[in-house]
DNA sequence: AACTGCCTCAACCGCCTATTT
DNA sequence: GAAATAGGCGGTTGAGGCAGT
């Protein structure tokens, strides 16, 4: 048995609401509330609307808490914050919003925040490679969907003394890019849909590309894709690293010395919207100095422009093998 | 001024879940 | 417990407005 219809379609009025329906439904809600039954409401109030499209314009837009308006630039945050850590989940974003509702926010995703986040992320490159870089792990026991497969892409800054080419696996081409100087490699972490992190299982390089930290005095073991960075030399990384990739698909990561690399243990990805994003630990962190709000599993994806900052001072795996 | 293409956002659609019968 | 119903949600659409030519 098929589901029944909310209403007589042939019999309701659609499109856009005419000022006299406005106030007829707000006159009607303001004084009688929705009675429990918006399916009901409409034939009440004397309108000829389906029962759920009066609901959607009182929730929408004659509510009167409704914020109207441009989004501000706290709103932004807000909204990419929650976005990475569960996705479109609109209603359960806007609720963190005052005054917004969840087709605003998508709205807003959609037209606005998507473009402003591709424009940071500029392109996603994959390491030129024959084969696919990286699948979701296989075994992972994350909740989060993983259903597109996670790419760790290479995007250099914009302080250049050099030239890199990358294999942009999107077009299927080789692009040029200037080698980075300012804040170093960047593994971008690209997904179409969503991105499975957990604590244990993060990424790795496939046969054939080896990561060469040699520099940094960290060990490499790439026999069996896992990269192992064990020596506190590796603090000699900074934020003045280099990023170089040569046609044997050999990433190094070179480092002209400095600082001390803070948040042992974490990657940090800058998100683009003005603070950094810790995959590794699943952790979303507000500045740089690590005030953390936990997140679980997050999607997100096509974040270029990244800062990242590897743990080199423990004896442990900081990519492991999938 | 006319045309075209792009953008925005209100509204709809259909699915899923919760509640009621 | 099953079926029916309503609410809620995310994805998508398309009309109208705007900018560029």
């Known amino acids: 048995m098929g589901r029944a219809p909310c209403c007589d379609k042939a019999n309701v009025k659609r499109g856009p609401w005419s000022p006299e329906e406005d106030a007829t439904l707000k006159r009607y ?8 039954n918006w399916i009901a409401l409409p034939k009440k109030a004397g309108l000829k609307r389906c029962g759920k499209s009066c609901r959607l314009r009182w929730l929408n837009y004659l509510r009167p808490d409704i914020k109207h308006g441009g989004f501000t630039e706290e709103e932004d945050k807000i909204i990419f914050s929650l976005y990475s850590q569960m996705g479109s989940r609109w209603s359960l974003i806007a609720s963190q919003l005052p005054g917004r509702t969840d087709n605003d926010v998508k709205n807003y995703w959609n037209t606005k925040l998507k ?35 996670s790419l ?24 040029t890019l200037p080698i980075l100087s300012d804040v170093g490699y960047e593994p971008i972490l690209n997904t179409a849909q969503s991105l499975c992190l957990d ?27 896992k990269i192992v960075l064990s020596s506190q030399e590796g603090s000699s990384i900074s934020d003045s690293s280099s990023i170089a990739i040569d046609h044997n698909k050999c990433l190094s ?26 995959p590794v630990n699943a952790l979303l962190f507000e500045d740089k100095a690590g005030e953390v709000a936990s997140t679980c599993c997050p999607n997100f994806g096509g974040f270029g422009y990244a800062d990242i900052k590897h ?8 990519i492991n093998q999938y």
């Open 29 to 36: 809600l303001e004084t009688h509330g929705t009675g429990g």
């Open 115 to 149: 473009k402003k986040l591709s424009l940071e992320g500029k392109t996603s490159l994959a390491i030129k490679n024959n084969t696919e870089i990286i699948t979701p792990a296989k075994n992972s026991t994350n909740s989060a969907p993983c259903s597109t497969p």
């Open 152 to 175: 760790p892409c290479i995007l250099p800054k914009t302080e250049t003394n050099g030239s890199l080419t990358f294999w942009d696996s999107i077009t299927q081409s080789s692009v």
């Open 199 to 225: 604590p244990v299982d993060q990424f790795s390089f496939p046969a054939g590309i080896n990561m060469d930290v040699s520099e940094l005095g960290a060990n490499l073991i790439n026999n069996q894709n």
């Open 253 to 278: 990561l070179p480092s002209n010395g400095g600082t001390d690399l803070e948040h042992a243990g974490t990657m940090l990805i800058d998100s683009g919207f003005g603070f950094p994003y810790d």
């Open 311 to 318: 743990q080199l001072g423990q004896n442990q795996s900081v």
